[in-house]
């Protein structure tokens, strides 16, 4: 006995430094950039570990919301992850809700159309043809409607709505209430945990997306934050320059840290209000069905 507890004890504390040690290098590189968006010039040029900023300054962030482009994007970025968002819950839990019912005529064959859509797709030059003759090249419903769902969302969704209990809707059924009432009213309230899942992912993916913006937008006013962000990343001579003019108290990689602190705010304060529906939803969502 005092043996096996001795070996318990051992792979606790073993297993308290491996994860400790994990967290600190999962957690070290934002704390970093969250260090250098407040550090001076002097700090940010020091080679070495930073975990305080020393001498806290805000220049970097005022520079950046000096800068037009920031509030465009943030404009487009905002714009599309609402939208968005709310169009791929409703067209999600529609198309959802309509597969977990049994008397769905062809059931299994449309079912069997939107497994297809996990493995194959029409591949990005055809999709952009697509997309110019509807018209919708250069604008930003061409960002928003490609992700209105997913073959992947609606799978689990349809399976967290089959596993409620029948007799819910078959107590509105008698209490006579109408299909859609039954729909919105009695499920949809029922599916929030589910709900929040799809919304979490829809909404970190519309406002971390960057490519689709750079093939189906020409930039200017329809450019997005995480295609500002990217530019300034890589540009180094071009928007970093024009930054730096505006405060000398600055540097390229200050500027940067702001910049990626300013883009990834608004999903860290909405993501906790989310979090405690996130593992039940997909759990029940992925198994049952």
């Known amino acids: 006995m005092v043996n096996r507890n001795r070996r318990w ?11 400790t040690a994990a967290a600190f290098v999962f957690f070290y590189p934002f704390w970093q950039t969250v ?4 550090s001076t010039p002097d700090v940010a040029t020091k080679v070495g570990i930073r975990l305080f900023p020393g001498a806290m300054t805000l220049d970097a962030y005022k520079v950046v919301f000096k800068t037009e482009s920031i509030y465009v994007g943030y404009a487009n970025t905002l714009i599309r992850t609402i939208v968005g968002t709310c169009l791929t819950v409703v067209v999600t839990y529609c198309a959802a809700y309509a597969l977990s019912r049994e008397t769905l005529p062809y059931k299994r064959s449309i079912t069997f159309l939107i497994v297809v859509t996990m493995f194959f797709s029409g591949g990005l030059i055809p999709t952009f043809l697509v997309m110019k003759s509807y018209g919708l090249v250069g604008t930003l419903m061409a960002l928003i409607l490609p992700m209105t769902t997913s073959a992947w969302n609606i799978l689990i969704t349809r399976n967290y709505v089959a596993s ?62 995480q295609l500002v962000l990217r530019r300034l990343l890589i540009d180094t001579q071009a928007e970093t320059s024009i ?9 390229g ?37």
Not at 9 to 19: A, E, G, K, P, Q
Not at 35 to 38: G, I, K, P, Q, R
């Open 9 to 19: 004890h051992t792979f606790d504390i073993v297993n308290v430094v491996f994860l």
């Open 35 to 38: 260090v250098l968006s407040f």
């Open 164 to 225: 409620i209990n029948k007799e819910l809707e078959e107590a509105a059924l008698v209490d006579g209430a109408h299909p859609l009432k039954i729909a919105f009213l009695v499920m949809f309230p029922i599916s929030m945990p589910i709900i929040a899942v799809i919304t979490i992912w829809s909404s970190v993916g519309h406002w971390n997306a960057w490519f689709d913006a750079l093939i189906y937008t020409n930039g200017g006013k329809n450019i997005v934050l």
């Open 243 to 251: 930054m730096q003019s505006t405060l000398a108290a600055t540097t």
């Open 253 to 289: 990689d200050t500027i940067k840290a702001a910049t990626i602190i300013v883009a990834i705010l608004p999903i860290i304060c909405v993501y906790p209000f989310l979090q405690r529906h996130f593992t039940k939803g997909i759990m029940v969502g992925a198994v049952k069905g």
